[in-house]
């Protein structure tokens, strides 16, 4: 079945970035939009940002003016820049798909979640 695989998550100081990168394999056909989202331990998750098929974008206000959205629709890949990083971005960030799989029962529309990559802000 699809695959999402997060990466590029690591430590960073407070100001500094980070770029993410998950790419969408298996039995995806289509992708209408992809989106991150981020959970930080004890909260829940939200939504930061998502890119549609036609590469319109929003962006969580905590995010909007540092973060930047991006595709590569050849590669079934989304990307996340991260910058001027703060303590409280700190988190899982998880990217999520609404697309369309090949499945043994056919075509399925559904949103597929990678496991997510950690992202920590610290001195």
């Known amino acids: 079945q699809v695959r999402l695989v997060e990466s590029g998550g690591g430590l960073v100081q407070p100001g500094g970035s980070l770029s993410l990168s998950c790419a969408a394999s298996g039995n995806i056909v289509s992708i209408f939009s992809m989106r991150w989202y981020r959970q930080a331990p004890g909260k829940a998750r939200e939504l930061v940002a998502t890119?549609?098929?036609?590469?319109?974008?929003n962006y969580a206000m905590s995010a909007k003016g540092r973060f930047t959205i991006s595709r590569d629709n050849a590669k079934n890949t989304v990307y996340l820049q991260m910058n001027s990083l703060k303590p409280e971005d700190t988190a899982v960030y998880y990217c999520?798909?609404?697309?369309?799989?090949?499945?043994?029962?056919?075509?399925?529309?559904?949103?597929?979640w990678g496991l997510g990559t950690q992202v920590t802000v610290s001195s």
């Open positions: 890119i549609t098929s036609g590469d319109s974008t």
């Open positions: 999520n798909v609404i697309g369309t799989a090949m499945t043994q029962l056919g075509a399925l529309d559904s949103d597929y």
